[in-house]
């Protein structure tokens, strides 16, 4: 063994192992700076994650630089400074973002670094933005609207149509009764 260098510690390579598997099993990785924040609120901001269908870890930037290293997770490392912690969505991404959005205006202020959805690098304003989307649900029924409203105006223009012809008809036969 060279002089200076040494073996890891198992322990340090086993958490390097649990953060590459987070960040390449999870649809989406949102690293924030939870300084501000005392255990209290990091427990209810680990909660809300929860909730969401997340995951929060505090990591050290040493440890996830080493964890992301050549995988699409690598520029989230570059630059890294302060305490981290990761948010991992294991399914919706904009629920997680959600989650920290409204966590963050609450009396705890919380700073976003930087994020990655589905292996696209997104910046502060990026997941922001991601987080203003609306649930799923709601998508899906804006979705079927949209379908629903021409069949709708279809069906009530058909039933106008028909309507009016029977009308003319009966129009006519009241005009031919009367002759």
Known sequence: MPIGKREPRPEKVQAV?????????S???????????????LS???KKVREAGG???????SLFELAVRDTAAQPLAEGLVGPTAIVCA???????????QDFAKGPRPLKVKSGIVDGV??????????????????LYAMVVGGLQSPITNLVGTLNSMIGQLVLTLQAVADKKAAA
């Open 17 to 25: 192992n649990e953060i590459r598997e987070m960040v390449t099993n």
């Open 44 to 46: 209810a901001l680990r």
């Open 27 to 41: 649809a989406a990785v949102i690293l924030t700076d939870y300084q501000s924040l005392d255990m209290k609120s």
């Open 121 to 138: 690098i997104y910046n502060p304003k990026q997941i922001e933005a991601l987080a203003s989307i609306p649930p799923k649900e709601q």
């Open 55 to 61: 995951s929060l870890h505090v990591v050290k930037n």
């Open 90 to 100: 294991e399914s919706d991404p904009v629920a997680a973002a959600k989650s920290l």
